[in-house]
């Protein structure tokens, strides 16, 4: 373990040096936030700081996490009962709002494979987690059957590599995903229907621990972090929470 984390150190300084390397002398990346030329990643140091200013859990949604302007408490989405998906989960916490030119770095960083963003999601996240869910054990929605092997990563298992060795967050993979189905090619009706029978416990995993918080990338209708609470509960977790790095709620 210890030189697995060593490894995975060492390894992340030489792509970093060279990422800097590459932008300094050769291509420097334009900010995805302000366009403004800047180095490493496709964020400059305003647009950074800028994300790194993460609402606090007291002016969210307590079930969804969205923002509040005017309400209190709840808001009016999850005070409406025909519409509600969240059932299991006892909270969301989301860093962003899918919108404007977050849009755009949640495609640099999970489509376009602008893996710098990696480090600097992790921090923000580790930041919240440490802030909000430090006695939580975390635990990452896994990734479709075969994606790995297509695409050659993941970017939560990614994300969960650098929280577990620079920030020292120990990781639960306790989830295994069965179904093949891209989620975001469904609706949302279809999404509820498919969504119900793609999780599954790994094989020998006997505790669950009481309390849990799941990691996703983004929450669209929130069924596919439904479906892992539920899961979860029914085997014996007591309240799980969601840490999420964006939604569309």
């Given at each position: 373990m210890i030189f697995k984390k060593k490894f995975f150190l060492i390894k992340n300084k030489i792509k970093s040096f060279f990422r800097k390397l590459t932008s300094v002398f050769i291509s420097p990346f334009e900010c995805i936030g302000c366009s403004e030329q800047c180095y490493e990643i496709s964020l400059c140091k305003k647009c950074q700081n800028h994300l790194e200013q993460i609402t606090p859990?007291?002016?969210?949604?307590?079930?969804?996490?969205?923002?509040?302007i005017s309400e209190l408490d709840i808001c009016m989405q999850c005070r409406r009962e025909d519409e509600k998906?969240?059932?299991h989960l006892d909270n969301v916490f989301p860093?962003?709002?899918?919108?404007?030119?977050?849009?755009?770095?949640?495609f640099q960083w999970k489509i376009s494979e602008n893996r710098g963003l990696s480090q600097f999601f992790a921090k923000n996240i580790c930041a919240v987690y440490e802030k909000y869910f430090f006695d939580f054990a975390l635990v990452p929605v896994p990734p479709r059957p075969g994606k790995i092997k297509k695409k050659g990563w993941d970017q939560i298992l990614e994300l969960c590599?650098?929280?577990?060795?620079?920030?020292?967050v120990k990781i639960y993979n306790i989830l295994k995903r069965i179904n093949v189905e891209q989620q975001k090619k469904l609706n949302k009706t279809e999404r509820?229907?498919?969504?119900?029978?793609s999780y599954i416990l790994k094989k020998n995993v006997i505790d669950i621990p009481?309390?849990?918080v799941l990691l996703d990338d983004i929450m669209t209708t929130g069924a596919t972090l439904e479906s892992?609470?539920?899961?979860?509960k029914a085997k014996g977790a007591k309240k799980i929470c969601a840490l999420t790095l964006f939604t569309k709620n």
């Open positions: 859990l007291e002016k969210r949604c307590k079930i969804c996490g969205k923002e509040l998906i969240i059932k860093l962003y709002e899918y919108q404007l030119w977050k849009k755009e770095l949640l590599e650098y929280l577990e060795n620079i920030y020292n509820l229907s498919h969504i119900e029978k009481e309390k849990i892992c609470a539920k899961l979860l």
